[in-house]
C-alpha cells in the first residue's frame, strides 16, 4: 500500500504544525504514509520556522518550493517504477503547461480518439501500477477524531466506482461555509466502518464538489493522468482546474466516499494566498499570520488537544485557537 500525502503550506509554520501533530495524533496507521509537506517561504522569520519544524518532524519530508507544479510532480511520480512512464508524464504535463485553459492536449485527444482503443492505451501509460494513492492536505487542516488509512484505501477497493475519499464530509456537514448556505445531505449507502457512499453527480454544494485539495485520498491511477493534462501553479489553481474537470468523472465514477463523521475540517482564521481572493476567511475569528508567527517564535503552540472529538457543521469553520507552550515532537 502507498499512499502519498502532500500537505501544502504557506508562511504559516504554527497552522502546519497543529495539522501534522493533529494528524499524527489520530492517524492510526500513519507509518503507511509518505509525508511531504511542500511548503513556501515569503520571509527569513517563515523560513526560519519551517526549519525548526523540520528538525521536530523528522519522519515527514519538506519540500522548499521553487517551481510548485515541477515540486509537487517529484512528489507524485514516485509512484512510477518505469522510467519510461515517468518520462512520458513529464513530456505531456510540459506540453499541456503551455496551452491555453481549455484547450490541453489530453483534452483534445480526449474529444478526438475517445472511441478508439489508443486514447485507452495513452491513459494507461500514466497510470501507476499497483494499490497507489494521493492524499492532498492544507495548512489550516486540524485533525478531530481517530481514524485509519487503510480503511479509506479499503473503502475504495469494495467501491471501485467511487472517485475518491473525503475526509472532511460527513453527516455532520450540513452547511457550505464557502456559499454561506445551508447543503442538504445526499442519500448515503451505509458500508463497513463507518464509511458512507454516496452519489456526488446528484448531490449539491460540497457533496458535489469530489475533487479538492483540503483533505481527499484518491487513486494515482485516476489522479496523475488528470494533473498532467492542465495548467496550474500554485494550490489554489491546482483545485480549481481539478474541480472544473470533475465531469470528466461523472459516468464512470460518480460515488464518493466519506466518514459518518468528519475526520478534519479547515479552520479559515487568515490569508495568505491572493489567487483566490473571494474566498471567505477570517470572519469570526482572525488571527494574521504575522501575529501567529511571533507566537511561535515565543514558544506557543496551538492545542490540539481541545478539538479532540469536536464535531464541524461545515468542511471549513471557524474556531478560535488554544494555545499552550510548545514541546518537541
Known amino acids: 500500500m502507498n499512499i502519498e500525502t502532500i500537505i501544502f503550506s504557506r508562511d504559516r509554520a504554527m497552522q502546519l504544525d497543529a495539522t501534522l501533530r493533529s494528524f499524527f495524533l489520530h492517524c492510526q496507521d500513519a507509518e503507511l504514509a509518505g509525508l511531504n509537506v511542500l511548503y513556501r517561504a515569503s520571509t527569513p522569520k517563515s523560513a526560519s520556522q519551517y526549519e525548526i519544524l523540520k528538525t521536530e518532524y523528522v519522519q515527514v519530508h519538506f519540500i522548499k518550493e521553487e517551481d510548485f507544479r515541477k515540486d509537487l510532480e517529484n512528489i507524485l511520480l514516485q509512484h512510477y517504477e518505469s522510467g519510461i512512464q515517468n518520462f512520458f508524464y513529464r513530456f505531456l504535463s510540459t506540453l499541456n503547461q503551455l496551452q491555453p ?11 478526438r480518439l475517445s472511441k478508439m482503443e489508443i486514447y485507452h492505451k495513452l491513459i494507461n501509460v500514466l497510470s501507476p501500477l499497483g494499490n497507489k494513492h494521493v492524499f492532498f ?47 442538504a445531505l445526499p442519500e448515503f449507502t451505509i458500508l463497513e466502518d463507518q464509511i458512507l457512499s454516496f452519489n456526488w453527480t446528484y448531490a449539491e454544494l460540497d457533496f458535489h464538489y469530489p475533487l479538492e485539495v483540503s483533505s481527499s485520498v484518491y487513486r494515482a491511477a485516476q489522479i496523475l493522468p488528470l494533473l498532467a493534462s492542465f495548467p496550474y501553479d500554485n494550490p489554489n489553481t491546482l483545485e480549481g482546474e481539478m474541480a472544473a474537470r470533475s465531469s470528466m468523472f461523472a459516468k464512470k465514477f460518480p460515488g464518493l466516499l ?54 464541524p457543521n461545515a468542511c ?10 510548545g514541546e518537541t515532537s
Open 101 to 111: 485553459t481549455g484547450s490541453c492536449i489530453l483534452r483534445r485527444i480526449e474529444r
Open 137 to 183: 492536505v492544507v495548512d489550516d487542516n486540524v485533525f478531530i477524531r481517530p481514524f485509519r488509512l487503510e480503511t479509506i484505501i479499503n473503502g475504495l477497493q469494495i467501491i471501485p466506482d467511487a472517485l475518491g475519499f473525503s475526509l472532511r464530509l460527513g453527516k455532520n456537514t450540513t452547511y457550505c461555509y464557502s456559499l454561506n448556505s445551508g447543503q
Open 316 to 325: 471549513h469553520q471557524e474556531v478560535e485557537l488554544v494555545f499552550k507552550k
Open 258 to 311: 466519506c466518514f459518518e463523521t468528519s475526520i478534519t475540517f479547515c479552520n479559515p482564521i487568515n490569508k495568505v494566498q491572493s489567487v483566490a481572493i473571494g474566498n471567505r476567511a477570517a470572519l469570526i475569528h482572525s488571527y494574521s499570520p504575522e501575529e501567529l508567527a511571533q507566537r511561535f517564535d515565543e514558544g506557543d503552540r496551538i492545542d490540539i488537544e481541545a478539538y479532540r472529538n469536536f464535531v
